[in-house]
Every structure is written in C-alpha cells, then in structure tokens.
C-alpha cells in the first residue's frame, strides 16, 4: 500500500472509531439516553472499550490470515482509542456515578468484584497507552516493550470479566465477547506453538 493510500485509510478509522463517542453525544442531545442515561452512557463507553481491546488483538491474526502488512500500522490507532474509550467510561463511573467520593470508589473497588476488575484493567492500560509512541519504544528496547505490551491480552482478560460479572441476566453479549476473545487467544497460543516447533526444527538440523 502507497503512503498516500495508508495515510486515507488511517483518517478513515480515526473518524469511524469517534462514530461512536458521536452517536453518544447525538442520543444525549435527542434526549435518547432512556430511563437511566448514566447506565447507558457508562455501559455504552464500556462496550466500545471492549470492542477495540479486542479488535486491536485482532490485526495480527487478520494480518497472517491475509497477508496485508500494513495492518499492523493501525493497531496503534486501535488501541489507543481502546484506552480513550476506557479513560471515558472511567470518568463516567467517578464522576457522573460517584460524583468524585473517592470513599465511595474505594469501597466499591473493594467490594464490589465487577469494579475490582474494571480499575484493574484500566490500571494496566495507563503504562500501554503512555509507552504507545516510538520514542518510548526505543527507550525501553524492543524486547521490554514488547512484554510490557503483551499485557495488552490480560488486561482484555479480565474487561471481560468485568463486563460478565456486570450483566445479571442476559449474558449473550458477555459471551460473545468470551467467545471471540478465546478465539483469539487461541489464534496467538498457536502461532506460538509453530514458531517453537520451526525454532526447535532449526536448531535440530544445525546440531
């Protein structure tokens, strides 16, 4: 892909991933936000955090499946946008919810398991999101980054989790988003597994 053609298709996804954030703003100005607009607005932002967490574990697959290396140059996109997503939902929760009673926070996060796990994942974003540029790439080192960034699948992990332990009833959206990220995990533990199999082969016929 030309650089003029990969720049188009990143201002694409940066205007389809605020689509959501605007779809918010556009109900909360129609008066569309239903009987209870603080659960909406905190459960739509939560939603569309886990959509991006996910579709960032995404790219690689897709991009092994279909051969289509610019991929990876949108996964930074995708995940920060992850993160700006979470940072909102975040601020709904301790400001529209709680109204900034930290005392309040801190009991719920105690508590409260679907919160322990939410403040958890978003805790393990903050370090992502601030080494997401390359002048921290190249102070850390790549093999640093990468670990680091690696977390990137727990804390996915347990957003699921959260969004779980959040539903009370209906759990075909939880479970679909189990679902996929299981597919997922499955797709990186094999990936995995055939390059210790080409390492081990390689070092076999070099003995």
Request: proline residues 3%.
């Amino acid at each position: 892909m030309t650089p003029a053609r990969l720049a188009a298709v990143k201002a694409a996804l940066f205007i389809l991933c605020l689509m959501p954030l605007a779809r918010l703003a556009w109900l909360g100005w129609a008066d569309g936000l239903g009987a209870n607009p603080i659960e909406f607005i905190s459960r739509h932002l939560g939603a569309w955090t886990l959509n991006f967490l996910l579709a960032t574990l995404a790219v690689t697959p897709l991009r092994q499946l279909s051969g289509w290396h610019w991929l990876m140059r949108l996964r930074r996109m995708l995940g920060l946008f992850a993160f700006f997503y979470a940072l909102l939902h975040f601020l709904a929760y301790v400001w529209l919810d709680q109204f900034f009673d930290w005392a309040a926070i801190a009991r719920d996060i105690a508590k409260r398991p679907f919160i322990t796990a939410g403040f958890a994942a978003f805790v393990l974003l903050l370090p992502l999101a601030a080494t997401s540029n390359a002048a921290m790439l190249r102070r850390l080192g790549g093999r640093r980054w990468q670990r680091l960034h690696r977390s990137i699948y727990a804390i996915a992990v347990i957003g699921v989790a959260h969004y779980w332990w959040l539903v009370k009833k209906d759990f075909r959206l939880p479970l679909f988003y189990a679902v996929l990220l299981g597919a997922l995990l499955g797709l990186r533990a094999l990936r995995l597994s055939r390059e210790r199999q080409r390492q081990l082969s390689a070092y076999s016929r070099s003995r």
